[in-house]
T-cell receptor, first 114, second 114 residues
Framework: AQTVTQSQPEMSVQEAETVTLSCTYD???????LFWYKQPPSRQMILVIR??????QNATENRFSVNFQKAAKSFSLKISDSQLGDAAMYFC???????????FGGGTRLMVKP | DTGVSQDPRHKITKRGQNVTFRCDPI?????LYWYRQTLGQGPEFLTY????????KSRLLSDRFSAERPKGSFSTLEIQRTEQGDSAMYLC????????????FGSGTRLTVV
């Protein structure tokens, strides 16, 4: 079984600044995958970044990067140079090695102030 | 390919009525997933198909819920005798292979039971 916890219901950031969204997880799997998804208001969920648990190197996608701490079961998302279009709900998720059980956290609403 | 399509986008129904939603995945994706998302929460897994076979169902999927994926293409999710607690966003997603690279989500069907 997997559980994912996001302890920050809401976060705000000034445009062009950096923000970090927190996520902790628990899993009994030895191999698993971690994700951050973005869900803009009334729009579909989009994959932001993905991390393979067996890789020590933190994933990076342009302005988005993660801090993956396997021992602590922590998987935070850092957004650099925040833009107005980054405003959305962000969901942390984990999947098992079979890829058949994507489990989501409760989400963090990110507001970007101009 | 236009991604994952869901129909209808919105559905309002009276309590006790039956409703059916449709999902058209990305054509080459062999796996299809259904999730339910209530307001302010993360999506919760309902069921998934590999081709036409329904391989896993959540305990959330009561006897009033049924899903099909005939011929391994589109899928339908039917809710019989709807209850107010069924009001939610129903999300469909698909993946190629195991889904460890992430799922592609549709825009969802928002169900309101009055």
């Amino acid at each position: 079984a997997q559980t994912v916890t996001q302890s920050q219901p809401e976060m705000s950031v000034q445009e062009a600044e950096t923000v970090t969204l927190s996520c902790t997880y628990d899993t009994s799997e030895s191999d698993y995958y971690l994700f951050w998804y973005k869900q803009p208001p009334s729009r579909q969920m989009i994959l932001v970044i993905r991390q393979e648990a067996y890789k020590q190197q933190n994933a990076t996608e342009n302005r988005f990067s993660v801090n993956f701490q396997k021992a602590a079961k922590s998987f935070s998302l850092k957004i650099s140079d925040s833009q107005l279009g980054d405003a959305a709900m962000y969901f942390c998720a984990s999947n098992n090695n079979a890829g058949n059980m994507l489990t989501f956290g409760g989400g963090t609403r990110l507001m970007v102030k101009p | 390919d236009t991604g994952v399509s869901q129909d209808p986008r919105h559905k309002i129904t009276k309590r006790g009525q039956n409703v059916t939603f449709r999902c058209d995945p990305i054509s080459e994706h062999n796996r299809l997933y259904w999730y339910r998302q209530t307001l302010g929460q993360g999506p919760e897994f309902l069921t998934y198909f590999q081709n036409e076979a329904q391989l896993e169902k959540s305990r959330l999927l009561s006897d009033r819920f049924s899903a099909e994926r005939p011929k391994g293409s589109f899928s339908t999710l039917e809710i019989q005798r709807t209850e107010q607690g069924d009001s939610a966003m129903y999300l469909c997603a698909s993946s190629l292979g195991t889904g460890v690279n992430g799922y592609t989500f549709g825009s969802g069907t928002r169900l309101t039971v009055v």
